[in-house]
């Protein structure tokens, strides 16, 4: 996870930005650097042209996806949730982003495995995508069990933060759904407190067995569970 940048204007991209997460982790198998190296390229937003206009360059998500509804998530870790989501629903277009290669390399290998053609992957900062993403082009966004950052001096480096959700906030449309699920339950609190002030209303807030019906239990909810810790599962709307 990263820092949050200072308000800027709608659409415009820093100079530079602070990157705190982890990139790289334990040694690749050789069939997770043959994923990476043979189907990255074709399943990353990175290539992808983007239109340019007097303002900033724009990614038309419909020229991937077609005329579909455009979900996001944000941090998939290995990748379980977001092929689970691609494959369930594949009327919709899924983008998922993830800075960690490792995370990537795992993702890939799922995706040959369940033969998913609705996702695609952008394998670095989220914030980059927001700057070229239109507004209100995102029907649904998952942030699950983001880096919980838990020395006090770092809560300014999580996702629920304004810089990242001011951003976040452009981007979905009327009425689009935010999912949280995390098990620290000072994230919930700073969720609670922090997500309501960037255009979004809370509609549920639910514990330990009350998951989204169409929710997929991912490797760090059970991580949780072993260690003692219950999970939060937050939805909000984007105001209208």
């Not at 040694?27 to 239109?51: I, N, P």
């Not at 290995?78 to 960690?100: K, S």
């Not at 810089?163 to 906030?169: R, V």
Request: charged fraction near 25%; charge should be positive.
């Amino acid at each position: 996870m990263t820092d949050a940048p200072k308000p800027e204007a709608t659409g415009t991209a820093p100079q530079r930005r602070n990157f705190y997460g982890r990139v790289h982790g334990k040694t690749l198998r050789d069939s997770q650097k043959a994923y990476l190296a043979e189907d990255l390229a074709k399943l990353s937003l990175s290539g992808v042209t983007v239109e340019e206009n007097p303002a900033r360059a724009v990614l038309d998500p419909k020229a991937v996806f077609g005329d579909v509804p455009l979900w996001l998530e944000v941090g998939f870790g290995g990748g379980e949730h977001l092929v689970h989501m691609a494959a369930r629903y594949p009327g919709i277009g899924i983008i998922g982003c993830e800075p960690f290669v490792n995370g990537i390399a795992m993702l890939l290998g799922k995706i040959r495995k369940a033969g998913v053609e609705n996702l695609r992957i952008h394998p670095g900062d989220v914030r980059d995508l927001f700057d070229v993403l239109p507004d209100a082009c995102l029907d649904k966004v998952f942030l699950n069990y983001p880096d919980p950052w838990p020395k006090a001096r770092h809560h300014r480096r999580r996702f629920v933060t304004q810089g990242y959700l001011q951003a976040l906030a452009r981007v979905m449309k009327p009425g689009a759904e935010f999912r949280v699920a995390t098990d620290i339950p000072d994230y919930v609190r700073q969720t609670l407190e922090e997500v309501p002030q960037a255009g979004f209303a809370l509609e549920r807030q639910a514990g330990l067995g009350q998951a989204w019906d169409d929710w997929l239990s991912t490797r760090y909810e059970q991580k949780a569970l072993r260690e003692g810790r219950d999970p939060h599962y937050l939805t909000f709307r984007r105001a209208g």
